[in-house]
């Protein structure tokens, strides 16, 4: 094996940590990828053997690329974003493999989306310090911020996700449990019954793509009723694991239509995100909308 060869594995054992935090960051995988790889290059350019640790060095690395493409992806935006904008869904039918696993986040897409209202830094300070570990005097740079001022990003950005996404239920079993009792009553049209298993302040997200028009709604009764109505889109469902928690695939006439993520929370439904959008969903594994 050449140098090249031998760096390239190196990275290769780091790059589904890299994908991660760049996930994380990004909240699409095509973007999460394309950072990885601007990583790479910018290793093979480098003096790897000066790197005591590379594992610290590519984090750092991929953390100041995701913060360039979240200050440019703001910076040229011009229309304001649809009403409802979900992070890609990692959707794997079953128990997650290992790579899916650690790319998906334990409180499924609910993070993700509330990690999008937080400004560049202080993503980047939370999602480095909080999720993956990051000292603040590594963190300080990428931001140009002191370490304090950078702790104090993390803070503000650790307080709004609290807020907004507290912790769910962890027993993916109980999840599903739970999920099932959600379909069987909004395919029979129980209006009680779905009541009863949605938490009072059930918020729910759909996005329907840049060309439609997302939805949001909160509150049980509201959401009741759009769950009945939507129930007869789709001809088959499929329980998935949907960014590590229960999860449905939604199909008809062979083709999907859409993919919903459950936060569930002292048992009951909290929140429904659902992507509905088409060529986001063309996007994922067919096999999942197979009959």
């Known amino acids: 094996m050449d140098e090249k060869e031998l760096l390239a594995s190196r990275f290769a054992d780091h790059r589904d940590h890299l994908t991660a935090v760049a996930y994380r960051m990004l909240g699409s995988l095509s973007e999460a990828e394309d950072a990885v790889q601007e990583a790479w290059l910018r290793l093979s350019r480098s003096d790897a053997d000066a790197i005591e640790n590379l594992r610290a060095w590519l984090t750092t690395v991929v953390g100041r690329v995701c913060l360039d493409m979240l200050r440019s992806r703001a ?7 649809p009403e409802v904008r979900l992070p890609d869904p990692i959707v794997a039918d079953g128990p997650d493999p290992e790579r899916q696993a650690l790319i ?4 499924g897409l609910a993070l993700v989306v509330v990690l999008q209202t937080l400004s560049p830094a202080e993503r980047l300070a939370f999602v480095l310090h909080d999720l993956f570990g990051v000292p603040f005097d590594e963190i300080a740079p990428i931001v140009g911020r002191t370490p304090a001022t950078a702790k104090k990003l993390a803070s503000r950005a650790r307080q709004r996700v609290r807020g907004a996404a507290p912790a769910p239920d962890t027993d993916l079993a109980g999840q599903r449990r739970v999920v099932e009792a959600f379909l069987t009553a909004a395919r029979g049209g129980d209006f009680e019954a779905l009541l009863a298993v949605l938490d009072p302040d059930v918020e729910l997200r759909v996005d329907a793509g840049p060309a439609a028009a997302g939805v ?6 509201t959401v009741a ?11 088959r469902v499929r329980h998935v694991v949907v960014n590590g928690v229960a999860g449905l695939v939604e199909s008809s006439a062979g083709r999907p239509v859409g ?33």
Not at 75 to 81: D, F, S, Y
Not at 216 to 221: K, N, S, T, V
Not at 225 to 235: E, F, H, L, N, T
Not at 283 to 288: C, N, T, V
């Open 75 to 81: 910076a040229r935006r011009e229309e304001p974003l």
């Open 104 to 107: 998906a986040d334990s409180v």
């Open 216 to 221: 949001r709604a909160r509150g049980a009764a």
């Open 225 to 235: 009723r759009s769950a009945i109505v939507g129930a007869r889109a789709a001809d």
């Open 259 to 291: 993919v919903l993520a459950f936060t569930i929370r002292n048992g009951r439904v909290a929140t429904i995100d659902i992507l509905t959008d088409p060529v986001r969903l063309a996007r994922l594994d067919p096999a999942l909308f197979e009959e």
